[in-house]
């Protein structure tokens, strides 16, 4: 049974470029959220899809946004970065709806912003 | 409100030896706790899941307990291995429907020396 998997692994953009990240859940989870970790910070909470909805979405700047398909593949996009967005960014699945079964997560997208 | 806190911050010990991590919270209504192992550059991997009615769970030399009136947990680790080396995350899901459920700490850093 594969994992999460996203795509790509590691990303280098510029300041005020945009960027488009992948994931795919594992097969049969309609449930996917997008965390932030940054060194020394846990993981920041961004959003949370169900069956093409979002259900839920942190405390994040309208920069960030993201969508999920039919097929449960979610993607984020973040407008105009700024160095802060450096980070790791983390992509989970699950079973439920409200994430309360086990959550899987992927190996996250290492995003740098020179 | 629903916080999540781990201590130590970090920890070194030598290979061989044990050592307890610690995670108290306050996330209300309850559902479950989880114990992860972040390798560093990688995706959390989850180590156990327990429920309001389970104190204690084993996975391997990894054993988590929980004492759900005190609101306590934590991951003992027996004969430490370089490996073991990792963050360790302790992630409380809320009882709820409408918000993001899952809370997270911001973990332990382990670093096992021989």
């Known amino acids: 049974k594969a994992g999460v998997t996203q795509t790509p692994r590691y990303l280098i953009k510029t300041r005020g470029q945009q960027v488009t990240l992948s994931c795919s859940p594992i097969?049969?989870?309609?449930?996917v959220s997008w965390y932030q970790q940054t060194p020394g910070q846990g993981l920041q909470f961004l959003f949370e899809?169900?069956?093409?909805?979002?259900?839920n979405k942190g405390n994040f700047p309208g920069r960030f946004s993201g969508r999920q398909f039919s097929n449960s593949r979610s993607e984020m996009n973040v407008s105009t970065l700024e160095l802060g967005d450096s980070a790791l960014y983390l992509c989970?699945?699950?079973?439920?709806?409200?994430?309360?079964?086990?959550?899987?997560f992927g190996q996250g997208t290492r995003l740098t912003v020179v | 409100k629903n916080q999540v806190e781990q201590s130590p911050q970090s920890l070194i010990i030598l290979e061989g030896k044990n050592c307890t991590l610690q995670?108290?919270?306050?996330?209300?209504?309850?559902?479950?706790l989880r114990w992860y192992k972040q390798d560093t550059g990688r995706g959390p991997v989850s180590l156990t899941i327990?429920?309001?009615?389970?104190n204690t769970k084993s996975n391997g030399r990894y054993t988590a307990t929980l004492d759900a009136d005190t609101k306590q947990s934590s991951l003992h680790i027996t004969a430490s291995q370089l490996s073991d080396s990792a963050s360790y995350i302790c992630?409380?899901?809320?009882?709820?429907?409408?918000?993001?459920?899952?809370?997270f700490g911001t973990g332990t850093r382990l670093t096992v020396i021989p």
């Open positions: 327990m429920t309001f009615s389970e």
């Open positions: 899809y169900f069956s093409e909805t979002q259900r």
């Open positions: 992630v409380v899901s809320a009882m709820q429907t409408g918000a993001n459920n899952l809370f």
């Open positions: 989970a699945s699950s079973l439920d709806k409200y994430m309360n079964t086990e959550a899987f």
């Open positions: 995670c108290n919270y306050t996330v209300s209504p309850f559902s479950n």
């Open positions: 097969s049969g989870h309609r449930s």
